[in-house]
Nanobody, 115 residues
Framework: QVRLVESGGGLVQAGGSLRLSCVAS????????MGWYRQTPGKQRELVADITAGGITNYADSVKGRFTISRNYAYTTVFLQMNSLKPEDTAVYYC?????????WGQGTQVTVSS
């Protein structure tokens, strides 16, 4: 069974930084694309960034140059380093992987950026 467990969210002032972590189990981490999505009330969940098994990254335009996604194969963990945070980055952030035809999500972690 796939399990994704996020951590690292919290409250930060605008301009600050946070680092999110997602530990994956039940997946072949070496072949899985991992991603971070975010959602605010009343809006659709949107892709923030993802990283392929080979390390190719993709970012939403709104976070390019501020966020960095990375992965550690030994610890089956994917990270999202968020710098220069803005109030509009406030959301619940979810870890995601598409594995054997199914979307798998973590429980989410709240990020709140105060102005």
């Amino acid at each position: 069974q796939v399990r994704l467990v996020e951590s690292g969210g919290g409250l930060v002032q605008a301009g600050g930084s946070l680092r999110l972590s997602c530990v994956a189990s039940g997946v072949n981490f070496r072949i899985s694309t991992m991603g971070w999505y975010r959602q605010t009330p009343g809006k659709q969940r949107e892709l923030v960034a993802d990283i392929t098994a080979g390390g190719i990254t993709n970012y939403a335009d709104s976070v390019k140059g501020r966020f960095t996604i990375s992965r550690n194969y030994a610890y089956t963990t994917v990270f999202l380093q968020m710098n220069s945070l803005k109030p509009e980055d406030t959301a619940v952030y979810y870890c995601h992987t598409h594995y054997y035809g199914r979307d798998n999500w973590g429980q989410g972690t709240q990020v709140t950026v105060s102005s």
